[in-house]
Structures are given as structure tokens and as C-alpha cells.
């Protein structure tokens, strides 16, 4: 059922287009990386209903949102429009609101009635829709089990005479409440609502969205635990390092291939996948005390070798240094701010959209105040200076971040190095182990 972008969309206003560019260029900075695996959808998409994971509250949308180059309008849950501030950002966007029964337990059935009839109309128009078919934002180590609404959408857009689609949207995170972590967009494959069977709406709708749950999960690594996740996720990334990938992409492709292996090694016995557990657990927990990546060690040159030479970046570092240094020194306040609001908050996974939030308020206002400080308080030309220095210096900041980041030369003993790589070729030695048994399992079979 992969079909190709046919419906024009309708075209975005102004403000909107303005408001997706300038959040395109946010989500940049918030990002040390966004990577994108599959086909995003034309700027002539239209009638598709787009369905994701939920992960990181109102990052997720923006992340897909400003990753497409149509107009999307995002479905948000209504009590966002009770936040001050947010109403407006939300109208801008084009966001539709839906009343969850666990905001309004006394909701009537018939209460999205209404929103149901707008979004069908827009569907058959040429318009697109987003929504988190698992109903709120999580920290499962799994997708949630996705609700009816996406299909039920599609289902309105054709009776109302659309050629509707639909197209899941997976999204990863290295690490999601952290600034300048990496995130990855996968877009799957386009799917035609009218080529769902079913005997009955009801039917096609049920069969529709569990082919969402199926794209949903051919995209996302996944375990049954949090500890089966992290394990999959920690042995996904000496592999990729072994192959010398360090892009997230790469650790997604290799982790949806460990997770099959592991659900397979399961059914063999449960002592394979602990002896896998140990060995990488004990070597991960090394790497943790040190604070060293897996990618730092992961070659047999590269502990020893990455002290004696010019790490990548080394010209960026010496360069944008004085200007970093100013950057670390006028921007510490506003730094810590977004993060310390952030640890009041009771939902876990509102992290990063309070820190994002919290970040545009307070550094505009910062950059502005100490703009205004030096042009009033400093003469020509030493106000220019100081002026463009307070704009450049924490961009400059975070581009030394990355150079540094990119590469950090291997601090540890020789002795350290030597138990970490003994530690690492334990877990890789199970982990061939593993595979070894999984292949006779397979060839058996």
C-alpha cells in the first residue's frame, strides 16, 4: 500500500509559515543533530493523517512538524489552551483541540463531535492532520496502545469525500531531556485509507489502526522492560561503534535488529540474554565512572591514539575559545535558569518543553538586556564590540561545545584503559556468543 503524494494541501498563512521556519531554526539549536531516516512528505502533501510515538510532550510535535515540508496541523490535547502564553502559539499553529476523558471525565460522547466534522473537512480540502494515536506523552519503554481517533479521522476525511492517507512518524532520542542531544525523525510508509479492508467502518477502522501500530513499532526500538530497552539500546551502540557509524540512524537500524534478536533468544532460554546482560551492564557502569563514550574505546587505536593526535575540531576549539569564554561567562545565568524550573515539574516527560519554553523567554530578554547594557553604558566603539559580542559569543559557546563534544581526547590511566577494553571484549564475546546461538537456532529451524 505505498502510494505516492497526490492531494495538493492547502497552503499555510504567512504567520504560520513564519512561525514553522522560526521553530525550525529552535529545534536546530535545542539539537546537537537532528537526523532523518525515510521520506518526508512534499510540500504538496495533503490529506494524510501523520501518527507518532509520544515521548517528549509538545517537543514531539514541533520535531515533526518542522521536519515536513507541508502544512500540518497538530491534534492537542485541550487543557493546553488553558496555559498562559500558549493559546495564541497553539491558534498560530493551527492546532485543533480534543477533549480527553481524562481531563473531563463528565465529557458526553458527543463532545469532539464538532472537531471530528472540522478535521474531515479539512482532510477532504487538502489538509493534514497530526496525531498521537497513544493518547498521551510517556516514558514506556514500548509504544502505548494506540487509540481509534487517527483512523476514525480518515474514516470522516473519506465520507467527506477525501482521498485521505496516513503515515507513521517515529521518533528517537539519544537523550531527551538533555540540550544538544540528538534526535531522530523516521517517516514510514504511506498508507491509502481507502485500501484498508474491512466488511464495516468500524472494521477498516480497527484493521487501520493496527497497521499504525505495526509501522509504528517497524520503526522505534523497543524492549518489555526498561532494563530489556536499555540493554538492547547499550548493545546497538557497541555494534554501530564497531562499525564505525556514530549517527543515530545507525544505532536505530542496528537496534531493531537486536530487539528481534533478543525476542528471539528469550524463547531459547533465559541464560544467554543475562550472560549478555552482565558482561555489557558491567562495562557500560565502567564507561559511566570514567565518563567516557563507547565509540571513545571502541576501536583498538583509538584509546591510546586520541591523546597523541589533533583531535577533529582542534582549529574550531582555539578559534571560537575567547569568544566561547565570553559566551560561558555572560550566559551562565540564563543557562541554569530553564533548568531549574525544569526540576519543579511533577511530569517527567514535560522535561525538555518546560527547558525549551523557559530558554525562549529568558535568553532573548538576557541578550537583550546586556545588548541595551553595553550600547548605554560603554562608548563607541568599545559598545559596538561589547554589543556584538553579547550576540555571537553564545552561539560561538555552543559550536565549541560540539567541536568538543565530537571528539574529547581519552583521560584515563593506561591501566584504567587496559580494564575498560578487558570489559568490553568480555560483553563482546557474549554478545558473539548470542548471535552465535541465534544463527544455530535459525539454521534448525
Request: charged letters at 20%.
Amino acid at each position: 500500500m505505498h502510494v505516492a503524494d497526490e492531494v495538493h494541501g492547502e497552503p499555510a498563512s504567512g504567520a504560520k509559515r513564519a512561525l514553522v521556519s522560526t521553530f525550525r531554526s529552535v529545534m536546530r539549536l535545542y539539537f546537537r543533530r537532528v537526523e532523518r531516516v525515510g521520506h518526508a512528505p512534499h510540500a504538496h502533501t495533503g490529506g494524510r493523517v501523520f501518527v507518532s510515538n509520544h515521548y517528549n510532550a509538545l517537543i514531539d510535535p514541533i520535531l515533526v512538524i518542522t521536519d515536513a515540508a507541508c502544512d500540518i496541523s497538530p491534534i492537542a490535547k485541550s487543557t493546553l489552551w488553558n496555559i498562559p502564553g500558549l493559546k495564541w502559539l497553539l491558534d498560530l499553529a493551527g492546532a485543533v483541540p480534543i477533549i480527553r476523558r481524562s481531563d473531563a471525565p463528565e465529557k458526553d460522547a458527543g463532545a469532539n463531535a464538532a472537531v471530528f466534522a472540522r478535521i474531515a473537512a479539512h482532510l477532504a480540502r487538502g489538509g493534514n492532520i497530526l496525531i498521537f494515536p497513544e493518547g498521551t506523552s510517556h516514558s514506556e519503554p514500548h509504544l502505548a496502545p494506540l487509540r481509534t481517533g487517527a483512523a476514525r479521522m480518515l474514516a470522516a476525511g473519506e465520507a467527506a469525500g477525501g482521498a485521505t492517507t496516513f503515515q507513521a512518524v517515529g521518533l528517537e532520542f539519544d537523550a531527551r531531556d538533555d540540550f544538544r542531544s540528538r534526535c531522530l525523525v523516521l517517516w514510514g510508509p504511506v498508507r491509502r485509507f481507502a485500501e484498508v479492508a474491512g466488511a464495516t467502518e468500524d472494521e477498516r477502522v480497527r484493521a487501520a489502526t493496527a497497521i499504525m501500530d505495526a509501522d509504528l513499532r517497524e520503526l522505534l526500538v523497543e524492549g518489555e522492560t526498561h532494563e530489556e530497552r536499555r540493554l538492547i539500546a547499550r548493545v546497538a551502540e557497541m555494534l554501530a561503534s564497531d562499525a564505525g557509524d556514530a549517527s543515530l540512524s545507525g544505532w536505530n537500524t542496528i537496534g531493531r535488529q537486536v530487539e528481534l534478536a533478543a525476542s528471539t533468544l528469550r524463547g531459547l532460554g533465559a541464560e544467554t540474554v543475562m550472560a549478555v546482560s552482565v558482561r555489557v551492564d558491567a562495562y557500560f557502569a565502567q564507561l559511566e565512572r570514567l565518563g567516557l563514550r563507547d565509540a571513545q574505546v571502541a576501536a583498538p587505536s583509538s584509546a591510546p591514539a586520541a591523546a597523541a593526535s589533533p583531535p577533529r575540531g582542534l582549529v574550531a576549539k582555539v578559534l571560537l575559545a575567547p569568544l566561547a569564554a565570553s559566551g560561558f561567562a555572560l550566559y551562565a545565568i540564563p543557562y541554569f535558569i530553564p533548568r531549574l524550573v525544569a526540576k519543579r515539574t511533577r511530569d517527567a516527560d514535560a522535561v525538555s518543553t518546560i527547558k525549551l519554553g523557559v530558554a525562549l523567554v529568558v535568553y532573548p530578554v538576557w541578550m537583550a538586556g546586556l545588548v541595551g547594557a553595553s550600547l548605554t553604558l560603554l562608548p563607541p566603539p568599545v559598545s559596538y564590540i561589547a554589543a556584538a559580542v553579547a550576540v555571537a559569543s553564545p552561539f560561538a559557546a555552543l559550536r565549541w561545545l560540539d567541536a568538543w563534544w565530537e571528539r574529547t581526547p581519552v583521560a584515563p590511566t593506561g591501566g584504567e584503559l587496559a580494564a575498560l577494553a578487558r570489559l568490553r571484549i568480555a560483553a563482546r564475546t557474549a554478545i558473539d556468543a548470542a548471535r552465535a546461538r541465534l544463527a544455530d537456532a535459525t539454521v534448525l529451524s
